[in-house]
């Protein structure tokens, strides 16, 4: 069964540092998503993109992060400046036809 | 926009017990997804209702989309201690490819 691959599984980072979470979609999807959860919360959506572009964000999204695509397999999720209630699980998805496949997960940890 | 609900928010089981979780629209759904999340895991999913009335079985799990396309349903028959987890159906927003947003679910604990 295909997977959506995400590394690292683990990240534990200083306040205001920068990081990048890697994801490997599905390789015939062309939806691909970023989504966290909070320890104990819902899982809310971040970010969708589409044919190299972002197609919707939500407000959790704003100028601390952004997303790439930067080659035919990697999308990645970069939090600049990172603060201590960015500290969550985060998820990438991607999609086709019918239904998301999430990957594992990163959990990241500020501090 | 549309708002999905879903009750109960917990359910306590026995093994062997029969478990159903709901999940109603104000608006009509042009589809409805299930997933489920295990304890510290991540959401997988389990299958997605497009047709009115359509009934659909994997295993001991059955899913049902209302005839009016505004609820649905999922049942589990004699849970066993693996059916732990939340079980949700996040709103689609009337596409297949659009954001999904997430209540909180259905937690379901199931007692040996």
């Known amino acids: 069964e295909p997977e959506v691959t995400q590394t690292p599984s683990h990240q534990v980072t200083q306040m205001g540092q920068e990081v990048i979470l890697r994801c490997v979609p599905i390789s015939n999807h062309l939806y691909f998503y970023w989504y966290r959860q909070i320890l104990g919360q819902k899982v809310e959506f971040l970010v969708s993109f589409y044919n190299n572009e972002i197609s919707e964000k939500s407000e959790i999204f704003d100028d601390q992060f952004s997303v790439e695509r930067p080659d035919g397999s990697n999308f990645t999720l970069k939090i600049r400046s990172t603060k201590l209630e960015d500290s969550a699980m985060y998820f990438c998805?991607?999609?086709?036809?019918?239904?998301?496949?999430f990957g594992s997960g990163t959990r990241l940890t500020v501090v | 926009g549309q708002q999905v609900m879903q009750i109960p928010q917990y359910q306590h089981v026995q093994e062997g017990e029969d478990f159903t979780t709901y999940c109603n629209s104000s608006t009509t759904l042009s589809n409805i997804q299930w997933y489920k999340q295990r304890p510290g895991g991540h959401p997988v999913f389990l299958i997605q209702l497009v047709k009115s009335g359509e009934v659909k079985k994997q295993k001991r799990l059955t899913f049902q989309f209302g005839e009016a396309k505004k609820n649905s349903s999922l049942h589990i028959t004699a849970t066993q201690t693996t059916d732990v987890g939340t079980y949700f159906c996040p709103n689609a927003g009337g596409t297949s490819y659009g954001k999904l947003t997430f209540g909180q679910g259905t937690i379901l604990t199931v007692h040996p």
């Open positions: 998805a991607s999609s086709s036809v019918g239904g998301y496949t």
